[in-house]
């Protein structure tokens, strides 16, 4: 009861903060309105209005929702908020901020909001298929690495790469023979990766070998949780599973690319 109760209270104090902020924009109630808009437009034009139902499908375990919120934020709401960028950008700092702090004290803030937009909206879609569908529009610089020269700009361009193949599954997964490749195409770009990450690691100082080591062992664990699901999915298992395991993998792309940037110097 004492984590329900923690759970609400910040939850509410996340929508103060964003209340705030309209406050402090000047802005009538029709831009929040806008907001909103955009964020149903986004889903309803990334969903494909597939009919697979967003509520039902729990988030199984706490890896899963740090997944759904990065990328929640990563190509839903900070594309969006760049959007108002012109408008007033000292309000859209404030309101990056709400939304940020928001979700670091009650990670899945961000996954709830969605949630409550898609649900007064009445739209019919799968959360994990419209996130993996906008990893394909993703801003690519979360994954592009400029500094330590070629071995590590390699590291980031074969991760640029695989992400890009993996948000094509929502629209390629219906043909099978055209998924059939696509799968090689991943198996493919998979190892392309490791073989830059291999090329990469025996550069490192010995104290951050097992750091980026670990990272890769995580990223190889969740390489074969893919492929095991896609092996279930060709067994008759729903293609949502494939969506949520195809983002789970580009989670850990990204934390990995993250790794290397805030902490490696060759």
């Known amino acids: 009861m004492l984590f329900k109760f923690h759970h609400c209270a910040v939850l509410v104090s996340g929508l103060d903060d964003l209340k705030k902020c309209v406050a402090a ?34 988030m199984a375990s706490a890896l899963e929702q740090q997944c759904l919120s990065s990328a929640v ?9 760049e ?10 700092r404030t309101l990056r901020t709400a939304l940020v702090q928001a979700e670091r004290e009650q990670e899945g803030f961000l996954c709830l909001l969605i949630k409550h937009v898609l649900s007064k909206s009445q739209l019919d879609v799968s959360l994990h298929e419209s996130l993996l569908r906008l990893q394909g529009t ?10 330590g020269g070629a071995v590590v700009q390699e590291v980031g361009q074969r991760a640029t790469v695989l992400r890009a193949i993996l948000a ?10 055209t998924f059939l490749e696509t799968i090689k195409e991943i198996a493919n770009s998979i190892k392309k990766l490791l073989d830059a990450i291999n090329c990469l690691i025996p550069l ?37 599973s494939v969506f949520n395991s195809a983002n789970q993998l580009i989670c850990q792309i990204v934390l990995f690319v993250k790794i290397i940037r805030e902490n490696i110097i060759l």
Not at 83 to 92: C, G, H, N, Q, V
Not at 168 to 177: K, L
């Open 73 to 81: 934020y990563s190509v839903l709401f900070r594309p969006l908020l």
């Open 25 to 58: 924009w000047h802005l009538h109630e029709n831009i929040v309105r806008f907001f909103v808009f955009a964020v149903y437009f986004d889903f309803r034009f990334s969903s494909g209005m597939c009919g697979h139902a967003v509520e039902g499908h729990s």
């Open 204 to 240: 490192l100082s010995p104290e951050l070998q097992p750091l980026v080591d670990q990272r890769k062992r995580d990223f190889v664990k969740f390489s074969k949780r893919f492929s095991n699901t896609l092996k279930e999915y060709f067994k008759g298992e729903p293609p949502e």
């Open 138 to 147: 993703a801003c690519s610089d979360d994954l592009k690495l400029t500094n």
């Open 83 to 92: 959007r108002f960028e012109m408008r007033d950008p000292s309000a859209l």
């Open 168 to 177: 094509r599954i929502p629209n390629e997964i219906g043909d099978r023979r």
